[in-house]
């Protein structure tokens, strides 16, 4: 066997193990922390790959991110797979298997040892804390960003070969991709400049800099836009209400929590919580850095890979260190999906040629069992934050996102002991209290739904997410005027509000005020032209027009968005019968019965129509 053929073999073993390891998460669904808003609840994502879609995924800076090729990805998704979680887990798990695969083989061309580099890549695409970065479908910016930062670097080995504008263009073209999926990236000119010291050994001049001008000025350009994007969304901590001591001393203990999660993975969770550090811990977390720092610079001349390992860790989890503190967690795993290869690259160049296979089998099984059972945990929201809340305790995220996957499964009663937990824990959570709120209101209290939409509408007032809860509420307790003023307030908090505007034309309807309810409903379906619940409802306006035609065609339009929904045959039965079209009735009444054969009223109407149909007197 050649040495070529060996080395397609190894690559495509490592595919396939890493394939098959995240296979079940094909079985998983979506999760309500970011999924929703990423694609469920996102009008442009959720039409799939369009032109209007491919202006808004550059112009817009939703959930305080700017990264339109994460976003036409997620598109691309829904183009191919509709909303079917399983095909977006597919796409996630590809690109983790392609970025795994292309890190084998760029480290086998810059370093010429095939055996040392499958150990890097095998733990980088199996080891357990990559599994938030390909399990949950809100994080496609890590893969995606990690598959273009392969493609660099492998692209960055052609040019060292035979430097040229044509293989640099290469280099910078995957380092704008990169960029473009997650700004996190923007450290991979200095992760260059590392790999010119080892494992490519050359010479070391002025050269090497000024090669990295062009990318460095495409990192400053990504890092001012997203600092502005996050500032303005408010998603960035301020000094005052996290000061850069606590700021500096939580850094200094994620870095030595990341060592120890790469050797000892145990108790990971989606959301670490900041909690008070002690002075021994940052004093114990900063020696363990120090003398990891002092061994490295000792063996810089004779194991260079310590010091350029040790350095692409530190360097490339600075954007998300926490220095610049963006979110309220104090950690997360996915963060280390690209830092940890400087620690692979320190501890597999450090074997003896001897030990290299053996640690790397035992390495395999070891983190492909610890990641399968990891992966389990993110099979649905409950699943996920049960086990959150029991590892990383008092932790309002946890709280609150069990409470409101009970909640959507029905169990309000069981969600308001963990909804008022995490009330409790973060009072100044608006999301919580929405939640709340629709537990509140799901059992029965009016009154303190509406208390606690009230209290999430002063804590987040650019949100339209309370007023249209409000709505909802008002709305059931034929408080008509006030569901619509709240109504309106969610519009005007968000015009692509498609259930806000669903919601006001269904009040507006119960009004009699039937031209501005189908003003509405088509407004909802100019955002979302696939919504099933708008064509029914602006069906139902029109009907009550007078407008039957026109009501049988959005009717059959919601029917073929929702073939499963008894109703909205129902709907249409009646609308034919309305039009006059009474076999066409008939025959639906007959298809709604099939979905629901235990409904009295369709049967009776079947039955009147039928009687109708023979002359008979129904």
Known sequence: MTTATRDRLLAGALAAATVLVYLPSLQHGFVNYDDNEYVLDNPPVRAGLTASGVVWAFTAAHSANWHPLTWLSHMVDVELWGLAPSGHHLTSVLLHAAAATLLFDVLRRMTGDAWRSLLVATVFALHPLRVESVAWVAERKDVLAAFWWMVGLWAYWWYVTRPSAGRYALVALAFVAGLL?????????????????????????????????????????????????QRDAGAMATLEGLPLGERIANAIVAY?????????????????????????????????????????????????????????????????????????????????????????????????????MPVTAVATVACALLTMRQQAIWRDSVTLFTHT?????????????????????????????????????????????????????????????????????????????PPFNAGLV????????????????????????????????????????????????????????????AHGSLALALDALGRHEQAIAQHRTAVALAPAQPFARYNLAASYAAAGRTDEAIATLREALVLQPNWPEARADLAALEAQSHGASP
């Open 474 to 533: 008002l709305a059931a307790q034929g408080r008509l005027d006030e569901a619509v003023a709240r109504y309106r307030e969610a519009i005007a908090r968000d015009p692509q509000h498609v259930n806000a505007r669903i919601g006001l034309g269904m009040v507006l309807a119960a009004q009699g005020r039937l031209d501005d309810a189908v003003r509405e409903y088509e407004a909802a379906l100019a955002v979302a032209p696939d919504d099933a619940a």
């Open 181 to 229: 999926a997650k700004p996190m990236v923007v450290t991979f000119p200095a992760a260059l400049l590392l790999l010119d010291v080892w494992p490519l050994r050359r010479p070391w001049s002025a050269r090497l800099v000024v090669e990295k001008l062009p990318l460095l000025a495409l990192s400053v350009a990504a890092s001012v836009v997203t600092f502005v994007v």
């Open 256 to 356: 030595a929590t990341y060592l120890r999660l790469t050797v000892w993975p145990s108790g990971l969770a989606v959301f670490y919580p900041r909690r008070p550090l002690s002075p021994v811990t940052v004093g114990g977390a900063a020696a363990l850095l120090v003398a990891v720092t002092a061994l490295a610079s000792w063996q810089a001349r004779v194991r260079p890979w310590l010091a350029v390992g040790w350095l692409w860790f530190v360097g490339t989890l600075v954007p998300v260190i926490g220095i610049v503190k963006v979110g309220d967690q104090a950690l997360a795993d996915r963060f280390t999906y690209l830092p940890q290869i400087g620690l692979l690259l320190m501890a597999a160049w450090s074997l003896s040629a001897a030990w290299v």
């Open 389 to 465: 809340a029991a590892v990383a305790p008092d932790n309002y995220i946890a709280e609150t996102n069990l409470g409101a996957a009970l909640l959507e499964r029905g169990r309000a009663d069981e969600a308001l002991p963990h909804l008022r937990r995490g009330q409790a824990l973060a009072p100044a959570y608006a999301k919580v209290h929405v939640s709340l709120g629709a537990a509140l209101a799901a059992t029965g209290d009016g009154a303190g739904a509406l208390a606690a939409y009230a209290e999430a509408a002063r804590l987040a007032p650019d949100s339209a997410s």
